[in-house]
């Protein structure tokens, strides 16, 4: 086989999934505001499944509420949008010192059931489409089955060397 018909493909376009570590290579997210643990399932751009371990100890869970902790639904919002955001850096072959993700809208939100301590929180994203930077998404927040919480929304993500 000549090297003319070799095509080389990066690493992060062959991974369909990211641990802890790598979740951290492609976003900024840090304690207390990263809300993913791992991803699996990242097909390309199109779609992933974030995971969340919901635990007593999330900072949250302090004032949100003390005698009946339940994590906030903007949170789980935000937790989508990481998801999103980890697929995107990931499936165009970026790291997260390359790419800059702002969110930009949120649609359609639905809060279905309380998530509490000791759930684990799988948050299925599916990009909706793209144009230009703007990227639509769909979300749902799925629980022991059952989805906890829905929405749209949108991003833009462009390289941090044209950041103004």
Do not use: C
């Not at 970026?94 to 639905?110: H, L, N, P, Q, S």
């Amino acid at each position: 086989m000549s090297d003319a018909s070799k095509t080389e493909t990066p690493d992060t376009e062959a991974l369909d999934s990211a641990d802890i570590a790598r979740v951290m290579e492609l976003l900024p997210h840090r304690y207390p505001m990263l809300l993913i643990d791992k991803i699996r399932d990242m097909k390309g751009t199109e779609s992933a499944v974030g995971i969340k371990n919901v635990t007593i100890n999330d900072n949250f869970f302090q004032g949100h509420f003390p005698d009946q902790p339940v994590m906030p639904g903007v949170l789980i919002v935000e937790a989508m949008a990481q998801t999103a955001g980890a697929l995107v850096i990931n499936g165009l072959g970026g790291e997260g010192g390359e790419k800059m993700v702002y969110f930009m809208t949120i649609d359609k939100a639905r809060f279905r059931k309380p998530v509490v301590p000791g759930d684990v929180l799988e948050i299925h994203v599916k990009k909706i489409q793209s144009r230009g930077p703007v990227w639509k998404f769909h979300g749902d927040a799925i629980v022991e089955g059952a989805i906890v919480a829905q929405a749209d929304y949108s991003a833009m993500i462009i390289d941090k060397a044209d950041k103004k």
